[in-house]
Structures are given as structure tokens and as C-alpha cells.
């Protein structure tokens, strides 16, 4: 989560204070339980809430440089000082860093600490973001787009040994997989079977079935285009899916729902 530290960087001699709100605040002005933030679902599996991220476009971040350095996430342009972008800093380090892994960093004199949970790239808290990291935190932030900014339990699955390819008891509903690398601007999702995005939408997710809204490219059903490579383990996984025009795969992550 983001943690509000009050000082400056001028008495960091001194224990910073945090704030007395000790919780995560969604859109519509409620908090959440941090410890429902983000909890494993068992074997690797993971349950989000806070999904509700409306443009992943990750302004002054650079993935030369680690997250911790002024020159790989800027306090100075991009998210850390636009309007109401703190919130892709918060979901960007939550899907690179794993739990117990922190950044902290000075925006106008005030101190932001932002967490980590997934864990897919965490030698980017320091150094520097490869192909690879950039495929894996791209999709875990393109997964958790909801233009509508509603926060929707998911369940993510994906062949990352911090994610993994068994799924969460209750969460049965294949939405759709998300690859790309926003880092280049490439967006793409596939989308599950007809009925299953169906499911989806109704309890409040809505990149998949309208992509172009969230950016991204939209390809029909995965597993009759055949665009991904699967795993199946209590349910399918996409991996390696590949965009149209690119023959080289993509890390993806899948989006599951509960299955009311």
C-alpha cells in the first residue's frame, strides 16, 4: 500500500510518523482492509481488490533504473506529481516488488512509501528492468485495469513462480489473459470464451470486453484463435500469447472471477 510518512527529507535523522489511516483507499472514497489488498489464494495463487486502475501509462518512470533511484521512478515528473496518478506508482511497485520490499520517495517535501506484493521483478527495487520485467510488470498492471476505476476481486494466474497456474477455490471464471509492455505502449488482451466474459462484465470488469476504451488491442476467444501457449492445472492459464504481426510471445497473465 501507500504509506503517508509526515516530514521531509531534511529529518529523516528521526523516525518518520505514519499516517494514523492505516488502510487502502479505493475510488469511491472507502478503505480497505490492507490485509485484502493483495493475499495469497494458496500454491502461488493471488486475490486482488484494488484493481481499479484506469490508464497504466507510467510517465516519468524509467526501466534502465531501479524503482528506489530518482532516475527510474521521478519524483519530479510523471505519476509521482500528476493528478491522481499516485495510484500507478502504488500498482506498479505492488506487481514488481514482493512483500516486506518498500520504496520511499520525496514528492514536494512530503514522503510517499509505496509496497511491494507480487514480486515479479524484484531486482528492479535497485536495478535495472529487463525485457523480461518489463513483460511481467506490464501484465500484471494491464490485468488490473478497469477503466470504470471499480474495484472487482480477481484472481491472477500465470507461469511466474510468485503467481502460479493454480487457481483460487471460488474463482472459476476465466475473464481473459493480458500481455504487452506498457513501457513501449503495447497493449494487448485475449479474451475468454463468450459466456465467461459475459460473467466478467457483469460484476464490473470492463477492458475486455471493450479494449479500445482501456487502450489495448483485443483479440476473440484464446483458446479457439489459438494465440497462446496453455497450462492446464485446476483450470487453464495463458502463457506466451503473441500479438498479431509479432511472432515473439509475450509473459501473460490471466484474469479469473468468482464464479457466482
Not at 494458496?42 to 534502465?64: E, K, M, R, T, Y
Not at 505492488?94 to 520511499?104: M, N, R, T
Request: charged share 20%; hydrophobic share 35%; net charge negative.
Amino acid at each position: 500500500m501507500v504509506g503517508w510518512m509526515v516530514g521531509s527529507m531534511a529529518a529523516c535523522d528521526q523516525p518518520a510518523e505514519r499516517d494514523p489511516i492505516e488502510g487502502v483507499r479505493v475510488h469511491d472514497g472507502a478503505l480497505v482492509d490492507p490485509d485484502l489488498r493483495f493475499r495469497s489464494g494458496g500454491n502461488g495463487g493471488g486475490i486482488w481488490v484494488n484493481n481499479g486502475l484506469a490508464d497504466p501509462s507510467v510517465g516519468g518512470v524509467d526501466p534502465a533504473f531501479g524503482l528506489s533511484t530518482p532516475q527510474g521512478l521521478s519524483e519530479e515528473t510523471g505519476v509521482l506529481v500528476e493528478p491522481g496518478a499516485w495510484i500507478v506508482a502504488q500498482y506498479l511497485v505492488e506487481c514488481a516488488l514482493p512483500p516486506g520490499a518498500s520504496i520511499v520517495k520525496d514528492v514536494e517535501g512530503q514522503l510517499l512509501e509505496f509496497e511491494g506484493a507480487v514480486g515479479l521483478a524484484p531486482e528492479w527495487q535497485d536495478g535495472s528492468c529487463d525485457e523480461d520485467c518489463q513483460q511481467w510488470v506490464s501484465a500484471c498492471m494491464l490485468a488490473r485495469t478497469n477503466v470504470s476505476q471499480q474495484s472487482v476481486v480477481i484472481s491472477l494466474r500465470a507461469d511466474a513462480p510468485s503467481i502460479g497456474t493454480v487457481g483460487v477455490p471460488g474463482y472459476g471464471v476465466y475473464e481473459a489473459s493480458y500481455f504487452g509492455n506498457i513501457f513501449t505502449d503495447e497493449r494487448h488482451v485475449c479474451k475468454g470464451n463468450p459466456w465467461q466474459l459475459t460473467l466478467a462484465t457483469a460484476v464490473g470488469r470492463t477492458c475486455a470486453p471493450n479494449p479500445e476504451q482501456c487502450g489495448m488491442i483485443g483479440y476473440d476467444d484464446c483458446m479457439l484463435d489459438q494465440r497462446c501457449d496453455f497450462e492446464w492445472d485446476d483450470g487453464v492459464t495463458a502463457i506466451d500469447c503473441v500479438a498479431d504481426g509479432d511472432p515473439a510471445p509475450y509473459h501473460t497473465i490471466s484474469v479469473y472471477v468468482h464464479d457466482e
